[in-house]
């Protein structure tokens, strides 16, 4: 059974700070990771998406890497601001079509 | 981008009722769409996953007499709660997706059953 897991669970900094969020996931056989983010009683905005034969993909300050063979993904915020707190879940695809999410990291960044 | 929209955003009612949630897919069509529940602080759980007139595929441990799934039209889904009871208080989000594309989530909908 496919579990993903993301840590810290929580993470609180000052603006400025590059970051890095962990996602791990115990089978390796996924279709792709996805990257997302939801602000408290929304829904989700997709940020990446990394195919299970790319290794990472860039938006903006945002930079996510895949390695499937030890079953973990980054994803890397520089420069953090405010405006990035939020909850950041990473959602791996099954090739049963099936999106499993992580547990979550809330991140908040202080002025 | 392709849009998913529900309704309504948040609803409350008495323990008992029934309630129904709607799922739409604005600018494509989705021949298959997913309910997700979450529970506060918890991350999304998949419940069901139903194509477009046929019957839902649930999640184990989901009640499918409970929640009921219609997916009639390729852009359109509901979810209805059958006798709401206050522990069905939850956030519920539906995603859709057409063939080998990417699944686009609505913006989800807050369920408290008093």
């Known amino acids: 059974k496919q579990e993903v897991t993301q840590i810290p669970a929580a993470l609180s900094v000052p603006e400025g700070e590059n970051l890095v969020l962990n996602c791990s996931f115990t089978?390796?056989?996924?279709?792709?990771l996805q990257w997302f983010r939801q602000d408290p009683g929304k829904g989700l905005t997709s940020l990446l998406l990394?195919?299970?034969?790319?290794r990472e993909q860039t938006s903006g300050r945002l930079n996510a890497s895949l390695d499937k063979s030890s079953g973990r993904s980054t994803l890397y915020i520089a420069a953090s601001q405010p405006g990035d707190s939020a909850t950041y879940l990473c959602?791996?695809?099954?090739?049963?079509?099936?999106?499993?999410f992580g547990t979550g990291t809330r991140l908040q960044v202080f002025p | 981008g392709a849009v998913v929209s529900q309704h309504p955003s948040r609803v409350i009612c008495k323990s008992g009722t029934s309630v129904k949630i709607e799922c739409r897919s604005l600018?494509?069509?989705?021949?298959?769409m997913f309910w997700y529940r979450q529970f506060p602080k918890q991350s999304l759980m998949l419940m069901a996953t139903?194509?477009?007139?046929?019957?839902?595929?649930?999640e184990q441990g989901v009640e499918k007499d409970k929640f009921l799934i219609n997916h009639a039209s390729l852009t359109l889904s509901t979810l209805t709660v059958t006798s709401a009871h206050p522990e069905d208080s939850s956030f519920y989000i539906c995603?859709?997706?057409?063939?080998?594309?990417?699944?686009?989530f609505g913006p989800g909908t807050r369920l408290t059953v008093l």
């Open positions: 995603s859709a997706r057409s063939a080998g594309d990417t699944q686009y």
């Open positions: 089978d390796s056989a996924i279709y792709n």
């Open positions: 990394i195919q299970s034969s790319q």
């Open positions: 959602a791996g695809l099954l090739y049963t079509d099936k999106l499993i």
């Open positions: 600018d494509f069509q989705a021949t298959t």
């Open positions: 139903s194509n477009e007139g046929s019957k839902a595929t649930y």
